[in-house]
C-alpha cells in the first residue's frame, strides 16, 4: 500500500522542482551546454536514487527493486526517444535555444498522460484476472491482459532489433499525426518568435512552428509509451504509485540526458540491440509469470546487465556508419 507521506513528498519535489526549472534557473532562453547537461543529469539521478531510498526506508526492499528495476528500465527505453527528439528537431529546423523549453513543456504533458495510462492500466489488470487453472501440474491464475502485453512486447523487442534507422532520418515528421492535429485546429505562421507557441502575423494571431513541434514531441512520446508502459507493468502490476514515480523520474531527467548525448547518440550504435533485449525479456517475464516468478532483484540485475555491456559494444565494436 503506498505510504501517504511519500505520494505527497513526490508531488511537492516535483512541483518545486519543476517551477525552479522553468521559473529561475531556465528563465530566460539560452542553449544548455553540456557542463549544464552534466549537472541536471546528475541533480536527476541523484534525486531519484535519494527517492528510492525513502521507499526502501518506509517500504522495504522489495518495492526498492521493483522501483529501481521501473526506473532503469523506463530510462533505458526511452534513450529511443532521444533519437526521434534529434531528427524532430532536426526537420523542424528549431534553434538550439528552443529545444529545452519544448523539452520541459512536453514533459509536463507526460506527467499527465502517463498518469492516466498507468493508473487506467493497474485498474484493468486487476479485471483481466481469469478464473484459477491447471498448467503443467500447477494451480496458476493467468492475467490475460499481462500475457497479452508480454507478446507484443517480445514482438517488440524483434522488430527494434531488425529496425532500420535509416528510415526514421528520411521521415517527414511534417506530415506526422501530431502536426496535422495542430493544423486542423489553428492557423500556423512561417517563422519561429522567440520562445512563444502563438504570435501576431499580418494582424493575426496565428501558431508558431514551436507549438508544431511540441505537438509532435507529445505524440512521439505517447507512441513510446505504447513500449514502456506495459513494460514496468512487469514489475508491479498491482502498485501505481510505484511504476508512476519511478516512470516520471526517469521522464524528468531525460531532457537534460537528450542535450547530454545530442553530440555523442551516433557512439551508441549498439544500443538498440541492448533494448531489443530488455523488451523481449521483459515480454518472457510477463508470459511466463502465472509458472515461474523471475523477482525484482534478478530482473534488475538482468536490465544493468545488458544496457552495460550494450554500451560497451558500442565503444569496443562501433558499426561502421556510426564512424562516419
Not at 507557441?197 to 496565428?206: D, H, L, S, W
Not at 509509451?225 to 501505481?240: G, L, Q, R, T, W
Amino acid at each position: 500500500m503506498a505510504h501517504p507521506g511519500i505520494l505527497a513528498g513526490f508531488g511537492t519535489l516535483v512541483v518545486v522542482m519543476l517551477l525552479l526549472d522553468l521559473g529561475v534557473f531556465n528563465k530566460k532562453t539560452h542553449v544548455v551546454g553540456n557542463r549544464e547537461a552534466v549537472l541536471w543529469s546528475a541533480v536527476w539521478i541523484g534525486l531519484s536514487m535519494g527517492f528510492s531510498g525513502v521507499v526502501y526506508q518506509f517500504m522495504g526492499f522489495e518495492k526498492f527493486a521493483q522501483f529501481q528495476s521501473a526506473y532503469w528500465i523506463e530510462k533505458a527505453l526511452s534513450v529511443d526517444n532521444l533519437f526521434v527528439f534529434i531528427l524532430v528537431f532536426g526537420f523542424f529546423k528549431v534553434p538550439e535555444a528552443l529545444h529545452h523549453k519544448v523539452l520541459f513543456w512536453g514533459v509536463i504533458g507526460a506527467l499527465l498522460f502517463r498518469a492516466i495510462f498507468i493508473f487506467a492500466g493497474v485498474g484493468l489488470i486487476n479485471l483481466t484476472y481469469l478464473p484459477e487453472m491447471v498448467l503443467m501440474g500447477q494451480v496458476v491464475r493467468v492475467n490475460f491482459l499481462l500475457f497479452v502485453f508480454g507478446l507484443f512486447l517480445i514482438y517488440a523487442g524483434v522488430k527494434s532489433w531488425y529496425s532500420d534507422e535509416a528510415a526514421d532520418e528520411e521521415k517527414d515528421f511534417g506530415a506526422s499525426p501530431g502536426a496535422r492535429l495542430v493544423h486542423k485546429f489553428v492557423k500556423v505562421g512561417d517563422k519561429y518568435d522567440g520562445g512563444k507557441f502563438f504570435t501576431i502575423e499580418n494582424g493575426k494571431r496565428v501558431a508558431t512552428p514551436l507549438l508544431v513541434v511540441l505537438s509532435v514531441i507529445e505524440f512521439t512520446d505517447l507512441l513510446f509509451a505504447v513500449d514502456s508502459i506495459p513494460a514496468i507493468f512487469a514489475i508491479a502490476p498491482n502498485d501505481p504509485m510505484i511504476l508512476y514515480t519511478s516512470n516520471i523520474f526517469a521522464i524528468l531527467g531525460l531532457r537534460s540526458l537528450y542535450f547530454l548525448l545530442a553530440n555523442f547518440m551516433h557512439k551508441f550504435s549498439r544500443l538498440k540491440y541492448g533494448l531489443a533485449i530488455i523488451l523481449a525479456f521483459i515480454g518472457l517475464k510477463m508470459v511466463v509469470a502465472p509458472l515461474y516468478h523471475v523477482s525484482s532483484p534478478v530482473s534488475l540485475s538482468i536490465v544493468a546487465g545488458v544496457l552495460l555491456l550494450s554500451l560497451l559494444a558500442s565503444l569496443l565494436f562501433p558499426e561502421e556508419a556510426a564512424k562516419k
